[in-house]
């Protein structure tokens, strides 16, 4: 027998983040996730809870305001790491739409999509209402304030010499969030290579102490 009780819900304002207005009446779970991911000083968090809660949204609005707020200063402030292209690709989509419709957004903030199988005439240069940078010499050349990619991948961006620029942008306090969706795949010998792989970038990127906001 299943039973699906449901969420309990919040009664913050829909005006929590300034100039990114809440379009839906937040769970508890949400508004706790709020308040702990957004200001000057946020906390790492473990999201987990049902199908259907969004999760996604936990930790989307506090990375969309913190870059709003951080507009104009290059660098990679954000980067969320998905178990699968597929995934990663559906997310894009999430994200280009809620950045085309909010004007305080719109052409201030810039998301970019590195993953495999991006080729010549499929890469796309600028954003749109449903997709995000996809093109990677664009994005060498201008990074991206939220960089969407799998684990995999991001291992290739810390080594490979043509990816560098990538980072050309990057103090220790640039990079303020790393998001892993979907993070209890990552069990066992993966988990092990991510564990290494966040070590890894923090050490390249030479992150403060207590710098990196970590959400799973």
Request: hydrophobic share 35%; charged share 20%.
């Amino acid at each position: 027998i299943s039973i699906k009780l449901p969420f309990r819900t919040s009664s913050m304002a829909n005006d929590f983040f300034p100039g990114i207005p809440l379009s839906f009446t937040p769970y508890l779970h949400q508004e706790i996730a709020f308040r702990r991911l957004s200001g000057n000083e946020p906390a790492s968090t473990i999201v987990a809870t049902g199908t259907g809660s969004g999760k996604t949204e936990c930790f989307l609005y506090p990375v969309m305001d913190y870059c709003r707020r951080h507009r104009g200063e290059p660098g990679i402030k954000a980067i969320i790491i998905y178990p699968m292209n597929a995934l990663a690709t559906d997310q894009a989509k999430r994200i280009a739409r809620l950045i085309h419709d909010n004007p305080n957004l719109k052409n201030q903030v810039k998301a970019g999509l590195y993953v495999g199988g991006q080729h010549g005439e499929h890469a796309l240069s600028v954003m749109g209402r449903d997709h995000v940078i996809t093109d990677r010499n664009t994005m060498r050349l201008s990074p991206p304030d939220i960089l969407l990619t799998n684990y995999k991948m991001l291992d290739y961006l810390l080594i490979r010499p043509k990816d560098f620029p990538l980072w050309k942008e990057n103090g220790p306090d640039t990079l303020k969030y790393l998001v892993v969706d979907e993070i209890h795949t990552f069990d066992g010998a993966q988990g092990t290579d991510l564990a290494c792989l966040i070590r890894r970038l923090k050490s390249r990127l030479q992150s403060d102490k207590g710098q990196l906001c970590c959400v799973g």
